[in-house]
């Protein structure tokens, strides 16, 4: 479920629909949890589908750590990608905003957390622009991930969490563990899926100006 101060909106031609705020978020604020109503795709369920429906999984899901594609059932899945984005997922399986954002702003994440499968050739328009996604991008981004994801995890408390009780009961206990210093920080490698990511990958899938949709 995507945080409901957000709308769909459509870009441009070349990159399609976006998902904008609709009022000011700040820094903190889950912005995505993988609620009850998600759609899985198990690796065998997609494997049996006709190649149509495998090219729209593709374009709208991600994989998360069990190599399971996730849908998401409302415009979660028009976020598009931009390598100095303003959301992130955690290793808890949140999205979470890593900065304020502002109204009309255009929110985006980091696909190289999303396990995959593939090169993406990029374009995204930021100054700090990787141009290719990398299945390893992880591994070597995850420290420096981890550092803009864990200081928006500590402002949790400070700001109103709408999604809070979307997310699931482990998943609030463990986040309140680290908060209180009962637990340790979970890590945003954490995301990674073994079986996707031991493969070699070196094609390049698509083009475009912020990547597919997540």
């Known amino acids: 479920m995507i945080h409901p101060k957000t709308e769909l909106r459509f870009v441009n031609s070349k990159i ?3 998902v904008f705020a609709t009022e000011f978020i700040p820094k903190g604020t889950i912005l995505y949890v993988k609620d009850r109503l998600e ?31 996730i849908v998401s059932w409302d415009h979660a899945k028009y976020i598009n990608h931009k390598c100095d984005c303003n959301s992130m997922s955690s290793g808890y399986g949140f999205e979470i905003a890593i900065r304020d954002i ?39 981004h995850h420290m420096a991930w981890d ?13 109103e ?13 463990d ?24 493969k070699k990958h070196s094609t390049i899938k698509s083009k475009g100006l912020s990547a597919c949709a997540a």
Not at 180 to 198: A, P, R, T
């Open 16 to 18: 399609g629909y976006g």
């Open 39 to 69: 759609i899985e795709i198990t690796k065998n369920r997609f494997n049996k589908m006709d190649q149509t429906h495998k090219d729209i999984v593709e374009k709208f899901s991600y994989m998360d750590e069990r190599g399971v594609r």
């Open 102 to 140: 502002a109204r009309d702003e255009e929110i985006t994440d980091e696909y190289g957390l999303f396990n995959i499968p593939d090169a993406i050739e990029i374009s995204c328009g930021c100054h700090n622009c990787r141009q290719m996604l990398l299945p390893t991008d992880v591994d070597q």
């Open 147 to 159: 550092l803009l994801v864990r200081e928006a995890i500590e402002k949790l408390n400070e700001v």
């Open 161 to 173: 969490q709408p999604l809070w009780n979307m997310m699931d009961s482990g998943t609030r206990t």
């Open 175 to 198: 986040v309140m563990g680290f908060l209180s210093g009962q637990s340790e920080y979970k890590s945003v490698i954490h995301l990674k899926y073994q079986g996707q990511l031991n």
